[in-house]
Nanobody
Framework: QVQLVESGGGLVQAGGSLRLSCAAS????????MGWYRQTPGKQRELVAG???????NYGDSVKGRFTISRDNAKNTVYLQMNSLKPEDTAVYYC??????????WGQGTQVTVSS
């Protein structure tokens, strides 16, 4: 059974930081591209950041320079370090795992709320 379990969400003031973690089980983690999307009510999911199985990162325009994605293949975990948080970063953050073009697996989501 495949599981992606996110943690690290919460409430933070604008300008603060949070680090999200996503622990994967049931997959051979080093084969997968990993990453994070986020979603707010009434909006489509937005790509936040991704990291290839080779370790190359990419970021959504709205988070470049503020967020950093990384992975630890020994721990089957992907991280999202979020700095200089803004109220518009408030969303549910979802971890994903992908082998090809389509996303294969999603996590259950973790809420991030940034107060002004």
């Amino acid at each position: 059974q495949v599981q992606l379990v996110e943690s690290g969400g919460g409430l933070v003031q604008a300008g603060g930081s949070l680090r999200l973690s996503c622990a994967a089980s049931g997959i051979f983690f080093p084969f997968y591209d990993m990453g994070w999307y986020r979603q707010t009510p009434g909006k489509q999911r937005e790509l936040v950041a991704g990291i290839t199985n080779g370790g190359s990162p990419n970021y959504g325009d709205s988070v470049k320079g503020r967020f950093t994605i990384s992975r630890d293949n020994a721990k089957n975990t992907v991280y999202l370090q979020m700095n200089s948080l803004k109220p518009e970063d408030t969303a549910v953050y979802y971890c994903y795992a992908r082998r090809g073009v389509q996303i294969d697996y999603w996590g259950q989501g973790t809420q991030v709320t940034v107060s002004s």
